[in-house]
């Protein structure tokens, strides 16, 4: 069973992940000089969607990525019902998604697996790397504990905003953990 996901698109990124780049960026803070200069704390809509649209274009084209954006390629190249809207950039940069529509926010969705991704990557919280071993063993897929993962973060999110408090990392943990352990 495959558990930890590698693809090729890192290969060309220059740099490292672990170096410190990926994790500048999406944490928000100052860090390497290679972290792109479009992440910054709080993205808007239209520079995240700038940003996965320019990476499946670089990707597509065999252009350089950097760390974040061979991150970002990875879980596009594992998303294939995502490449023709991106290809379609002048559409997909301004559409508005809807759950009328009856299909997810690609943009969402990809911020969603670069997050948890950066999570796991420095566990934090602390124990969800293991939480995550955990729960792909349980998976068909690395990919597809992600996708369970997912559906705890949406659930965190939707209590803190409904609380109008700060996520709570304890019970995003545990909800991650009850997954794993579910027969």
């Known amino acids: 069973m495959h558990h930890r996901f590698v693809a090729p698109s890192r290969r060309r990124a220059f740099g490292s992940p672990a170096a410190g780049g990926v994790k500048y960026a999406l944490a928000g803070r100052s860090g ?7 992440i910054m704390f709080n993205p808007s809509r239209d ?6 649209i320019d990476t499946w274009r670089k990707q597509r084209s065999g252009e350089i990525l950097t760390p974040l954006e061979a991150m970002a390629a990875d879980w596009i190249v594992e998303h294939p019902e995502y490449h023709a809207e991106l290809e379609d950039a002048e559409r997909s940069a301004t559409h ?5 529509e009856g299909r997810t926010n690609p943009f969402l969705h990809l911020s969603m697996h670069l997050a948890i991704s950066e999570q796991l990557s420095i566990d934090q919280p602390p124990g969800i790397r293991a939480a995550h071993e955990k729960l792909a063993a349980r998976c068909d897929s690395a990919h597809d504990a992600q996708h369970a993962i997912m559906a705890c973060l949406g659930e965190t999110i939707w209590e803190a905003q409904r609380t109008n408090t700060p ?10 953990l009850q997954r794993a352990s579910r027969g």
């Open 32 to 38: 390497p000089s290679n972290a792109l200069p479009y």
């Open 167 to 176: 996520p709570d990392s304890d019970a995003y943990l545990q909800r991650i």
């Open 47 to 52: 520079d995240v969607r700038r940003f996965f």
């Open 96 to 100: 508005d998604y809807t759950p009328d």
